[in-house]
């Protein structure tokens, strides 16, 4: 259990209080306490369980009548923005190609079709009115 002057300490500086992780039966020492990739914070914002190592936030690239799409699963109270790269080099910046996509309230399949020019594409997701989570 939780002291007094620990339960919104972050032990493991994964962004959720000691208090949340003991909530969502997280490791409170453990930055990614499923070993996925993602720290726990980062499973909370994506909607994807925090402690199961298989659920996670995948973009996929797909074929669709002979076009590339980039699809993924869509949580009904997410937003969504799709970016692109020509590189990857740490200096290059990620450009917005889609604003903020939201899935109004669906679960399920969304797509993005991308754009000539780029090589690579992310998926980033927030929360709406959490602020640092949009990139707004």
Known sequence: LLGAGTADADQDFDGLSNLAEYHLGTD???RDS???????????IAATDP???TSVLEAIPT???GA???????KADRVYRVEANRTLNATSE?????GLISPDG???????????GYNFYRV?????GLIGTTGE
């Open 106 to 116: 669906k679960v399920g399949p969304m797509s993005f079709a991308p754009v000539d």
């Open 34 to 44: 499923d070993t996925d990739g993602a720290t726990d914070f980062e499973e909370v």
């Open 51 to 53: 402690v199961d190592g």
């Open 63 to 65: 074929l669709r009548d």
């Open 28 to 30: 409170p020492y453990q």
């Open 94 to 98: 990620w450009l917005d190609l889609s």
């Open 68 to 74: 590339l799409r980039i699809e993924w699963m869509a």
């Open 124 to 128: 980033r997701v927030g929360q709406p």
